[in-house]
């Protein structure tokens, strides 16, 4: 451990730690620009760096992107990874208000601590949290995603049936094209550019950016306001305390961080989203949640960064990556002869002992980078006048759209869909629902349909779907969440009745 303490520490893999957090915040701030396409860009570069620094690097790159992705959700309300869906529920409602440089603060201090709960958990940890991997079937799959999907009812409190619809039309847009199991073709209506189905970053960008855009032009007021003349910039103190009143949200938040990035195919989007959503029903005061709630940002933030050193643990101890990034560097991985599995922590300790402390260095290190990152980010959104601001948001929105496959038709789909999901919103539908039924719709979609086959094997469907134990705790989480909005309802009329 001393010996790859030493080596993380050394200047090659501190300037990599640096430059990769700051590579990734960048980024990872720009829509549709996700973790997944920064560690796959840089992955042909790290194959000529000895094992370990190429994979501090990678790791670095990976944590700061999905940090990165709060500048976009607080500022322009436009996640910029899928993992930061939920940091712009009150990240924006705060920039909005003139408090940009707090939320963005607290977002930095929350990433910080959820990233170091989330590699400490891989480093002292992992082969024994990731049999929890292993206990996860087909059938655990459907319920955690239905879980997810519940969510929705506790996220829309006050609007819960326009909530469930959206994430309905989530659903929907997650069955068009090729289907997951079985490979049928549905809803593509003889349009071949729809085998693929609807991706999820030209969607995320299309129904979070295209009605900010819509609104920035016809709104005159401005976009964000400004707090005073003098903007304070870090706001530390202020944030400090903030972080320390609301120091067990955090750390609950980044422990189901950890729990769900351990889990493959759940990743930052899940975990912030669950964490938030129980952030708000234990707050004494949720009805703040949506209005720009600081404990709303903290819980996002801590969870989604958390997922990290979380994912990484079934990566390196079982060879299953929890995220699409995991499963990059597990390519590369095993480009440079590393064999993933229980041994890896015996027979080349030294690689991956290294690499995890990097990764605990590059986590430390996102706290300056984050913060000086984010106070110009603030500074600069706030001080561009909306003539400039617009056609630039509008040219990323185009570029990330197009990036990922080099589609064309992916920019049609988010102009559509962005022009679809500002009407939506006129009528009280919001993207979050949409996005977590894209989301989710394929991982429910598969879990169902294997347990279905492999019970129908079996010759006992019912037993598969409800005798086996993790489901049954999934699904009395699920009848809680879903519960929750008229328990609470119900409280309220007892509170007021014996007021009166």
């Given at each position: 451990m001393l010996e790859s303490l030493i080596a993380a520490l050394s200047p090659l893999n501190l300037a990599l730690a640096l430059c990769g957090v700051l590579a990734g915040t960048i980024i990872g701030a720009l829509p549709g620009l996700s973790a997944t396409m920064a560690v796959a860009v840089l992955v042909p570069f790290t194959f000529t760096m000895d094992p370990a620094s190429g994979l501090i690097a990678l790791g670095a790159v990976y944590t700061g992107a999905i940090y990165g992705g709060a500048y976009a959700a607080i500022l322009?309300?436009?996640?910029?990874?899928?993992?930061?869906?939920?940091?712009?529920?009150?990240?924006?409602?705060?920039?909005?208000?003139?408090?940009?440089?707090?939320?963005?603060t607290l977002s930095c201090l929350a990433s910080v601590v959820g990233g170091l709960v989330g590699a400490l958990a891989l480093l002292f940890l992992a082969p024994p949290l990731s049999q929890i991997a292993l206990a996860f079937g087909p059938v655990e799959y459907f319920w955690l995603a239905i879980f997810g999907l519940s969510l929705i009812a506790t996220l829309s409190a006050g609007h819960t049936l326009m909530g469930l619809m959206g994430g309905c039309i989530g659903l929907l847009l997650s069955t068009v094209g090729s289907a997951v199991v079985g490979g049928d073709v549905r809803y593509t209506f003889g349009q071949t550019q729809l085998l693929g189905g609807i991706p999820i970053i030209p969607a995320m960008i299309g129904l979070y950016c295209i009605p900010v855009l819509i609104d920035l032009v016809i709104r005159p007021e401005a976009h964000l306001e400004r707090r005073s003349?003098?903007?304070?910039?870090?706001?530390?103190?202020?944030?400090?305390?903030?972080?320390?009143?609301?120091?067990?949200?955090?750390?609950?938040?980044?422990?189901?961080?950890?729990?769900?990035?351990?889990?493959?195919?759940a990743g930052g989007s899940v975990a912030g989203l669950v964490?938030?959503?129980?952030?708000?029903?234990?707050?004494?005061?949720?009805?703040?949640?949506?209005?720009?709630?600081?404990?709303?940002?903290?819980?996002?933030?801590?969870?989604n960064?958390?997922?990290?050193?979380?994912?990484?643990?079934?990566?390196?101890?079982?060879?299953?990556?929890?995220?699409?990034?995991?499963?990059?560097?597990?390519?590369?991985?095993?480009?440079?002869?590393?064999?993933?599995?229980p041994q890896l922590f015996t027979q080349q300790a030294d690689i991956v002992y290294t690499f995890v402390i990097g990764l605990i260095i590059a986590t430390i290190l996102m706290l300056p980078t984050g913060l000086v990152v984010g106070r110009y980010a603030f500074r600069l959104i706030i001080s561009v006048p909306k003539t400039a601001l617009a056609p630039g948001i509008a040219l990323l929105t185009v570029i990330g759209a197009y990036a990922i496959e080099a589609n064309t038709v992916h920019v049609l789909m988010m102009v559509g869909l962005g022009l679809v999901g500002w009407l939506l919103a006129r009528i009280g539908l919001q993207a979050s629902p949409i996005v977590l039924g894209l989301i989710l719709g394929p991982i429910a979609e598969a879990g169902f349909v294997q347990a279905w086959l492999i019970g129908g094997a079996q010759g006992n469907i019912p037993a598969m779907f409800f005798g086996r134990p993790i489901s049954l705790a999934i699904i009395a989480l699920t009848l809680l969440t879903l519960g929750w909005p008229f328990i609470v309802a119900w409280r309220a009329r007892r509170t007021a009745a014996g007021t009166t």
């Open positions: 322009v309300n436009t996640p910029g990874t899928p993992a930061a869906i939920a940091t712009a529920m009150d990240g924006f409602p705060m920039a909005k208000r003139g408090d940009g440089d707090l939320a963005v003349e003098q903007i304070a910039g870090f706001r530390l103190i202020e944030a400090l305390g903030a972080v320390w009143r609301s120091k067990f949200n955090l750390v609950r938040s980044a422990v189901i961080g950890t729990a769900v990035g351990i889990l493959p195919a964490a938030y959503t129980e952030a708000k029903r234990t707050s004494k005061d949720s009805k703040q949640f949506g209005k720009g709630a600081t404990d709303g940002v903290i819980a996002s933030e801590a969870a960064s958390a997922t990290v050193g979380g994912g990484f643990i079934p990566t390196l101890v079982l060879g299953i990556p929890g995220t699409p990034p995991d499963a990059i560097i597990l390519g590369a991985l095993l480009v440079q002869g590393i064999r993933t599995g």
